[in-house]
């Protein structure tokens, strides 16, 4: 079940990352200047990342306030923020979620 619900999320982090770079440029940028942004403003930094594809990795940053923004890169250097939240909490997240 663990593993369904892994590839699951990672075929929607695929579906999204390309409506993303087709349908929303202006959450597109140099990953470089993503990054420093998100430390800039928001304190964030990254928790954890993992690959979407050989050309794409997915990254979480996370502040110590709970504020986390999920960011995917390709191998050309230009990151789309995906998502964006508050309350990030995984010992939490993690109890709350069915059978966990």
């Not at 579906?15 to 959450?27: D, I, L, M, P, T």
């Not at 306030?65 to 960011?71: A, C, N, P």
Request: charged share 15%.
């Amino acid at each position: 079940m663990t593993r369904f619900l892994m590839a699951a999320m990672v075929l929607a982090a695929a579906a999204v990352y390309g409506a993303a770079q087709a349908n929303a440029a202006a959450q597109c940028a140099p990953r470089a200047d993503v990054v420093k942004a998100l430390g800039d403003k928001f304190h964030e930094n990254v928790a954890g990342r993992g690959l979407i594809n050989p050309n794409v990795v997915l990254e979480i940053f996370v502040s110590d306030q709970g504020s986390w923004t999920v960011l995917a890169s390709d191998t050309k250097g230009q990151s789309c923020i995906l998502s964006v939240g508050e309350g990030w909490d995984s010992p939490t997240i993690a109890a709350a979620m069915p059978g966990a």
